[in-house]
């Protein structure tokens, strides 16, 4: 889980060092598509429990009496919580800085990259999606407390 933090958090940290800065229009049109890409994963996310429902015969009716689909709802959860802090955070940080399009753009791929390995991981335990988790979150914490500080420095 640390490791997935570094890795997040590094990465951050160098797309900040290397966006050179843009304009609001620029970074309003980075920020729509990393805004789609998170919720395609909550789409995902929720078709993925739709498909598992539709293929029971035990929760075809709503009811969570096959595991996979009580599975499948615990993952579109997480991933519902986590897609609306990321919103959050990028959205901030799109409003704080001009140098944001590229930390945004890494901040999505870590999302991806991060809800790929929480969703493979599930059906293991939590220290196999320990890895996804913190890939997906601790970068957008840490976006959002740049953002708090950048907004409050001006």
Known sequence: MAGAAGVGIVALLAAFRFDPGHVLADRLRILAVTLAVVGLWSVAA????????????????????????????????????????????????????????VPIAVLALCFSVGRAGFWAGYRRGAAARAFGFALTFYPTVLALLAALVLAIRG
């Open 46 to 101: 929720i078709g993925n429990v739709a498909r598992i429902r539709f293929l029971s015969t035990l929760s075809i009716d709503g009811g969570d009496a096959d595991p996979a689909v009580a599975h499948g709802r615990a993952i579109a959860q997480n991933t519902l919580e986590q897609s609306v802090l990321a919103a959050i955070a990028y959205a901030a940080l799109t409003l704080a800085t001009d140098r944001s399009a």
